[in-house]
């Protein structure tokens, strides 16, 4: 079964940057759609940025221009460059796989169990 391991979480201050991993390990076949999703305490999950197979890639209004979604495809590693951080975007951040190019978190079958981005100011 599809496993998905996040890394590169931590703490910075506003207008820093922090760059996410996630390793998928364990499928059959390479996974078509990934995604990050990021959920803060007392709120519900929410999309970031979502690239298909093709490279195809869609952000959240609130990410864009400031996150960048990426993959290789020989490691089946998904990426997310954050840049220009503020205190609004610490979460637990989510990799999520095998849905579809979209920011809608139920359309994901497989998740990670995620890393904390803490921004403080």
């Known amino acids: 079964q599809l496993q998905l391991v996040e890394s590169g979480g931590g703490s910075v201050q506003a207008g820093g940057s922090l760059r996410l991993s996630c390793a998928a390990s364990g499928y059959k076949y390479k996974p078509y759609h990934l995604a990050w999703f990021r959920q803060a305490p007392g709120k519900e999950r929410e999309g970031v940025a979502a690239?298909?197979?093709?490279?195809?890639?869609r952000y959240a209004y609130y990410v864009k221009d400031r996150f960048t979604i990426s993959k290789d495809d020989d490691k089946v590693t998904l990426y997310l460059q954050m840049n220009s951080l503020n205190p609004e975007d610490t979460a637990m951040y989510y990799c999520?796989?095998?849905?579809?190019?979209?920011?809608?978190?139920?359309?994901?079958?497989?998740w990670g169990q995620g890393t904390q981005v803490t921004v403080s100011s």
């Open positions: 999520a796989a095998d849905g579809a190019l979209t920011l809608r978190a139920s359309a994901y079958n497989y």
């Open positions: 690239i298909d197979r093709d490279g195809n890639t």
